[in-house]
């Protein structure tokens, strides 16, 4: 359970999340736990699918999945995960937001990077 991670407070030197973040039920409570088991000065790094800004990645983008991934899941037979993925991805924070998020819960020199295109932002602060 990422609100309740089973291990105590400066268990380890890093935490990281890959595409799983926006699956958090409480972002910032999930967030939270995890600094909660970095030592200070340990790494806290997310990974995770974001909406590009600019054309024309966020034409394509907007495409793809407003209207192409939900068609593939009703071919593929579960519409549901297939429209779940786009709504996950559009109500996660913006990478500015998600940094502002990660300082809240206890992050120093919160730092991001876009790649992909703008597609991918991975983040990364340092645990007080």
């Known amino acids: 359970d990422a609100h309740q991670l089973a291990f105590p407070d400066d268990s380890f030197d890093a935490a990281t999340v890959g595409f799983g973040a926006r699956n ?4 910032e409570r999930g967030l939270s736990e ?3 088991v970095v030592r200070p000065g340990g790494r806290v790094v997310v990974l995770e699918i974001t909406t590009p800004t600019r054309p024309p990645l966020s034409t394509f983008f907007s495409l793809w999945f407003d209207r192409i991934v939900p068609r593939l ?5 579960d519409p549901d995960a297939y429209t779940y993925l786009p709504a996950s ?3 996660f924070p913006d990478a500015p937001a998600l940094a502002a998020i990660l ?4 992050l120093t020199d919160v730092r991001w990077i876009l790649t992909a295109g ?3 932002a991975l983040h990364h602060g340092t645990v007080r």
Do not use: Y
């Open 24 to 27: 958090f039920g409480d972002l």
């Open 34 to 36: 995890m600094v909660r």
């Open 73 to 77: 899941g009703r071919l593929a037979g």
């Open 89 to 91: 991805v559009r109500r």
């Open 103 to 106: 300082a809240r819960v206890g």
């Open 118 to 120: 703008g597609i991918i």
